[in-house]
């Protein structure tokens, strides 16, 4: 099997036996057993939508709130106006996928194999540093910190932002500790 993309690494995996397995809820979750290199071109299509989607629906979100963050007086019923289409979208995106993967897998059977937590964070020590996601998670919090000094009437944007960066860190630091676990 050659090389996999670190995303298609959070759906698929091979068995010991050479068998791909589909995870389609993520890797904590049930697996089933490709028998077909067609099947498998299905799940990865099935599995570039729903990462794909979420990120254009966070564009058309941050293009959509654009105006709101640029106006002096923005409440927050108007905030949620905006984010009504984005929402239904997302949700509509998720409930698809659901159907679709649920369908699909019905005719494929369960795989025993597992992907223990440890493994997980080790695969991800590997494909990048965690000081590099420590960096962005001080930036991000920084720049949000920024704009909460800036904007103040774009605290909401501000306190989600450093949400995101103190996730980063924290992230980093599993990392980390995973990382000298394997080195161990």
């Not at 105006?67 to 923005?74: A, L, M, N």
């Not at 080790?122 to 000094?149: D, F, M």
């Not at 980390?176 to 676990?181: D, P």
């Amino acid at each position: 099997m050659p090389e996999q993309r670190p995303i298609d690494r959070a759906f698929f995996r091979e068995s010991n036996d050479g068998t791909t397995v589909f995870f389609p809820w993520g890797l904590p979750h049930r697996g089933y057993r490709l028998t077909s290199d067609t099947a498998k071109k299905k799940a990865t299509r099935a599995a570039s939508f729903l990462l794909s989607a979420p990120i254009a629906i966070g564009v058309w979100t941050a293009y959509a709130l654009r105006p709101i963050v640029e106006s002096e007086g923005s409440g927050l019923s108007e905030i949620l106006g905006v984010l009504v289409a984005p929402g239904t979208a997302l949700i509509l995106v998720i409930a698809s996928y659901s159907l679709w993967a649920s369908r699909f897998v019905e005719s494929f059977p369960e795989s025993d194999l597992k992907i223990s937590r440890e493994e997980r964070l080790r695969e991800a020590a590997k494909l990048t540093e965690p000081w590099k996601i420590a960096l962005i998670g001080v930036l991000v919090c920084g720049l949000s910190a920024l704009l909460i000094w800036l904007q103040p009437r774009a605290w909401w944007l501000g306190l989600l932002g450093l949400a995101l960066g103190v996730g980063a860190l924290v992230w980093s630091s599993l990392l980390k500790r995973a990382a000298a676990n394997f080195s161990d």
